[in-house]
């Protein structure tokens, strides 16, 4: 699963920088999780850390983007390649050896 932002959000701007996927960006009215780039913080953290800072609680799963633990391990280790530079030898758990 992703999560997602609703229209309770205040644009306090406290969960953008806290998400280590780049997920989180300011969008036209507030701000938006890329269902694309939200593993739940799978491969990172064990609680999803937007929601550990979000002062409205208005960060709940988004029910159009249901993934298993292990989709969302895959989406995380696909992050890493991306972000990897070339040749960079990536270990069994998608971080960089
Ligand atoms: S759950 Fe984690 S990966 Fe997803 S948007 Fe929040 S901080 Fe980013
Ligand atoms: S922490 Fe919550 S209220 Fe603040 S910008 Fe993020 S989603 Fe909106």
Known sequence: MA?????????????????PNDAISQGPEIYVIDAARCTECVGHFDKPQC????????????PDVIEPREALQRKYEALIRAKAPAGTPVDAKGGAA
């Open 51 to 62: 929601r550990e800072v979000c002062p409205v609680d208005c960060i709940p799963v988004n």
């Open 3 to 19: 999560l997602m932002i609703t229209d309770e959000c205040i644009n306090c701007d406290v969960c953008e920088p806290e998400c």
